[in-house]
């Protein structure tokens, strides 16, 4: 029983330790060319909103659209990073939903 326990402090720190890591590193989503990027934490935190002065001269509804994308694209590598610095961190075991 106390391995068990030891194993699930040892778990808990790894998780711990890569949500920490999680939070200082960032992905970047881009969209039309680089015309927008979102940075975006692996904590889904936005860093930084990059538009091209170009973009700005086209209507809103282009804006947002590529804007939209480029969030898309940063929180689809997020989720990527995610899953690899949490499977590290469980060695392998499934992490709940």
């Known amino acids: 029983m106390k391995a068990l326990m030891d194993q699930a402090k040892q778990l808990q720190s790894k998780v711990s330790d890569a949500q920490e890591q999680l939070g200082k590193t960032s992905v970047?989503?881009?969209a039309g060319n680089g015309m927008a990027i979102v940075e975006m934490s692996g904590k889904y935190d936005l860093v930084k909103l990059t538009l091209n002065p170009d973009l700005v001269k086209e209507?809103?509804?282009?804006?947002?659209?590529?804007?939209?994308?480029?969030?898309?694209d940063a929180k689809s590598k997020a989720d990527d990073l995610i899953d690899k610095v949490m499977s590290t961190a469980t060695a392998g075991m499934p992490m709940p939903e």
């Open 59 to 72: 209507d809103l509804e282009t804006i947002t659209a590529l804007i939209s994308a480029a969030f898309n």
């Open 28 to 30: 970047k989503g881009i």
